[in-house]
């Protein structure tokens, strides 16, 4: 009977023997690869923590014991040492998430998948332990590429201030976010790794200096006294110490026992640790091993034995965005390109290939990426910051204050926008297009096909006198969806053909082929529509409040919050030019959204074509009804 099928829960591993342990690791792996290959998912960082989690969950007593995952794309192992084995739906409708969840375990405390915070929900745990006067103990797991940012350093410089407030925190360090770490902590990180270190030297030392006669023991204890020096000289750990915090490693992440005895030692210790674990990202799995790009950080559905994909896509909106910046970077010698760690998932390789030294990764660190974009602005470049649409989120003030405030020429190129699905709350970029409405001078274009795309990031790094937005999808772009109009810089996609028509749809992005499907609802039913698309979505363009005054009703839809969004912008816009015409908007109500594939998702909000022109039919024959009665009935003064 298999080790693994025995565990369910972190006491079970109580009883285990060594050799069991490293069964079970071989086990853990194999099952992983074989259930990750079915459903995709993140891969190579959760080979690579195996023995790392077994001994967490050895040393420290979870639940009571609170063991934190930064991000969380690593936490699978920590799933099945706390009784979820079933992965067959992993990140799917009614399965486990991809991430820690709350509602799945006790053991899950945090699930907030975006990097660098653990360390600061780490230091809010302990303090309150301390003010409550509990006896728990609190492990914050961070990976070497999330202590680029700067989030992360923020809590370290807190929790180091109280030398007496027990806080574990490991790093685990496999020198890799997506791509191989880089920067300043990367290649400190690197000299720890290469070291042979201060306690190993002085041990080998130690016999020799204790049998030299009269001098070997006191220069013994002399050196052991001038241990910063020391330290520095050998093993420059340096950079915690002075921050206050004790270190302890470079330890090796794949041997359970040195594992479990540094734990041990840390959490004996009283104080705050760094206990720092070498690990190899997609370990045990020759594939992910031999994928130097990622280490197959995240696959789709693969072969368990090639690692190659079961099944190939059409072009996808990334690649699209990917191709066009290698040709505006070989017209334009200004064009520069930012990326926050993710140099591949969001298309930029190709660029970087092409132009080593016109691309720069500034590691998980949003903030830095925007304010430095503005200073290359400034500076006579135009940058492209190519970033998820969740986690530009995190660069608001930013985007306001550094280079919307300066007039800076930065284009933000948004990718996953909208509804993504399958890596739950966190992921969807549902908050873009309502955060950025209040960024004075910014523009946000909205590509609703392929050569939208290509044409709208064109347009966009023209502008140098303010911010620029353009935002995207996931996954494969459909086929074109080819204007038969242009009023003003709307593209009309669809006319009426009535002299007053009903409806004036007003499509946003990616949903263009939803918005005509829904007009074609409309229609079977007599009710004459207007399709627009326009294509920048702030501001709202002049052309749009006239066309609407000559439809009856105006109809937003948008992948992106209804609070604050597109449809809210428009509305304005028809107020402030005095058009008094009803208006409904459609897109993500504001509310978290559980993890499920996007078509189901959408579904569960309602944003479909048969449930939109469901709801504008009851609207118009609503409005039908309303001009009968004031036609037979006298006016009121």
Request: aromatic share 6%; proline share 5%; with cysteine.
């Amino acid at each position: 009977m298999p080790l693994l099928t025995r565990i369910r829960g972190p006491r079970d591993l109580d009883r285990l023997s060594p050799e069991q342990l490293d069964q079970l690791a071989a086990e853990i792996r194999t099952f992983l690869v074989d259930a990750v290959s079915k459903t995709g998912g993140h891969l190579g960082p959760n080979l690579g923590v195996v023995e790392l989690t077994i001994a967490l969950h050895r040393v420290f007593e979870s639940p009571k014991d609170k063991v934190l995952w930064d991000t969380g794309h690593q936490s699978y192992v920590h799933k099945l040492l706390t009784g979820r084995q079933d992965f067959a739906k992993l990140k799917m409708k009614g399965g486990l998430s991809g991430y820690p969840a709350r509602a799945e375990s006790e053991h899950d405390f945090i699930e907030n998948s975006h990097a660098s915070t653990v360390l600061g929900w780490a230091d809010g745990l302990a303090k309150a332990n301390e003010v409550l006067k509990k006896d728990d103990h609190v492990v914050a797991v961070i990976g070497d590429g999330a202590l680029t940012g700067g989030m992360a350093w923020e809590a370290l410089n807190n929790i180091a201030a109280a030398k007496d407030r027990p806080l574990v925190i490991v790093v685990n360090d496999n020198e890799r976010s997506y791509a191989p770490t880089i920067g300043g902590l990367a290649n400190h990180l690197a000299t720890l790794r290469t070291t042979d270190g201060y306690e190993r030297f002085l041990a080998k030392g130690k016999d020799l200096l204790e049998r030299t006669p009269v001098v070997g023991k006191p220069l013994y204890e002399t050196l052991h006294g001038a241990k910063k020096g020391l330290k520095d000289f050998i093993a420059p750990q340096g950079m915690f110490e002075d921050l206050g915090l004790k270190y302890v490693g470079p330890i090796d992440g794949h041997d359970i026992e040195a594992l479990e005895s540094a734990l041990t030692r840390a959490k004996r210790f009283g104080g705050p640790v760094i206990v720092h674990c070498l690990t190899e990202k997609g370990r045990g799995y020759q594939p992910a091993l031999a994928d130097e790009a990622d280490r197959f950080h995240a696959v789709g559905k693969i072969h368990p034995d090639t690692g190659l994909p079961v099944s190939t896509s059409g072009l996808d909106w990334t690649s699209v965005f990917g191709e066009e910046m290698v040709k505006l970077g070989k017209e334009r010698a200004d064009i520069v390109a930012i990326t926050a760690a993710m140099l591949q998932p969001v298309g930029l390789d190709k660029f970087a290939k092409a132009f080593p030294e016109r691309v720069y990764d500034v590691g998980i660190a949003e903030q830095h990426a925007a304010v430095s974009a503005a200073g290359l602005a400034t500076g006579g470049l135009h940058p492209v910051f190519a970033v998820y649409a969740t986690f530009l989120n995190r660069a608001f003030d930013q985007v306001l204050m550094d280079v919307a405030l300066h007039k800076c020429g930065v284009t933000f190129v948004l990718d996953r926008a909208g509804v993504t699905g399958t890596d739950g709350a966190s992921h969807n970029g549902m908050w873009d297009m309502s955060i950025l409405q209040v960024v004075p001078d910014l523009r946000i274009a909205a590509p609703r096909d392929a050569d939208q795309v290509r044409a709208q990031l064109r347009e966009a790094v023209e502008v140098e006198d303010a911010p620029t937005v353009v935002r995207f999808s996931k996954g494969a772009v459909g086929p074109a969806v080819q204007a038969v109009g242009r009023i003003g810089g709307m593209d009309v996609l669809r006319e009426s053909g009535a002299d007053r028509p009903d409806v004036l749809l007003v499509s946003v992005g990616a949903l263009a082929p939803m918005c005509l499907e829904i007009a074609d609802l409309l229609d079977a039913q007599g009710i004459s529509t207007t399709v627009v698309d326009p294509r920048w979505v702030k501001p709202v363009d002049e052309a749009l409040a006239p066309l609407a005054e000559t439809h009856r009703v105006v109809v937003t839809v948008e992948d992106n919050s209804r609070v604050g969004g597109v449809g809210s912008a428009i509305a304005q816009a028809l107020r402030d030019a005095g058009v008094d015409v009803p208006l409904r908007d459609f897109g993500i109500p504001p509310r978290f959204l559980d993890h499920a594939s996007r078509k189901e998702v959408m579904a569960e909000i309602g944003l479909t074509a048969p449930d939109i022109a469901r709801q504008v039919t009851g609207l118009v024959a609503k409005l039908g009804g309303l001009e009968s009665e004031s036609a037979v009935e006298p006016a009121r003064d």
